[in-house]
C-alpha cells in the first residue's frame, strides 16, 4: 500500500496482486523486470490519474558483462556522432556563407555525409538507454535500471494496446524485512 499527498491531505493508494516477473529473451541484450498490481479504485492527484485496473511497472534489466559492453559501444557511438556533428555544422554553415555554387555543392555533400555518419554511428538508439543511470546490482551480476515506466493495458480491436502513464524510480531495500512485510518467507 502507498500513500500520497493531495490538496485534501495524505491520502491511501491501494495496490493488490502484486506479482513480478523477469522477462529476458533468448540471445537478448536485455531483459525486463515487469511488476504487476491491481488497482481496485481509481488513484488521482491533480491532473495525474492512475485508472482502476491492472497496473505495470518495467525496469531495464543487464547482466554484468552486456552492460560493461553496451556502456563501451555507447561511448564509441557518442564520440563517431559528436565529431559528424561538428562536421555537419562546419559545412552547414560554409554552405550558407559561400555564393559560389559549386562550393556550395561540395560542403552540401560534406554536410549530407556527416549526417549520414550519425545516422550509422548507432548513437540514436543507444541515446534511449539508460546505461549510465544508477543500477541496483543484484547477487549473480544482474543490474537493474532504477529508471523504469509506468503503464497499463486499453482494451483495443487487435488485443491490448500499452499506455505510458509516466515513469518510476527503484531503490535498493533489505529483502529480508521486505519478506516480513509481505508475509513472504524467504
Known amino acids: 500500500e502507498g500513500k500520497f499527498v493531495d490538496f485534501s491531505g495524505t491520502r491511501r493508494a491501494t495496490l493488490s496482486n502484486g506479482a513480478w516477473e523477469l522477462v529476458w529473451r533468448k540471445g537478448a541484450n536485455a531483459g525486463a523486470l515487469i511488476c504487476g498490481f491491481d488497482v481496485p479504485v481509481a488513484i488521482e492527484r491533480n491532473d495525474a490519474k492512475i485508472?482502476?485496473?491492472r497496473l505495470y511497472v518495467t525496469f531495464p534489466v543487464w547482466n554484468d558483462s552486456t552492460l560493461k559492453d553496451l556502456r563501451e559501444r555507447k561511448?564509441?557511438?557518442?564520440?563517431?556522432?559528436?565529431?559528424?556533428?561538428?562536421?555537419?555544422?562546419?559545412?552547414?554553415?560554409?554552405?550558407?556563407?559561400?555564393?559560389?555554387?559549386?562550393?556550395?555543392?561540395?560542403?552540401?555533400?560534406e554536410a549530407c555525409k556527416a549526417a549520414e555518419e550519425i545516422?550509422?554511428?548507432g548513437y540514436r538508439s543507444y541515446r534511449s538507454m539508460p546505461l549510465?543511470?544508477?543500477m541496483i546490482s543484484v547477487n549473480g551480476g544482474l543490474n537493474i535500471c532504477t529508471l523504469g515506466t509506468v503503464w497499463t493495458k486499453k482494451d483495443a480491436i487487435f488485443g491490448a494496446d500499452h499506455v505510458l502513464l509516466g515513469s518510476a524510480s527503484a531503490q535498493a531495500g533489505d529483502l529480508v524485512s521486505a519478506n516480513v512485510h509481505s508475509g513472504l518467507s524467504p
Do not use: C
Not at 79 to 100: F, G, I, P
Open 75 to 109: 561511448q564509441v557511438a557518442e564520440e563517431k556522432a559528436v565529431m559528424a556533428a561538428d562536421r555537419l555544422k562546419e559545412h552547414s554553415e560554409k554552405m550558407e556563407a559561400t555564393n559560389n555554387l559549386i562550393q556550395k555543392a561540395l560542403h552540401f555533400r
Open 51 to 53: 485508472p482502476e485496473g
Open 119 to 121: 545516422d550509422y554511428s
Open 132 to 134: 549510465h543511470r544508477e
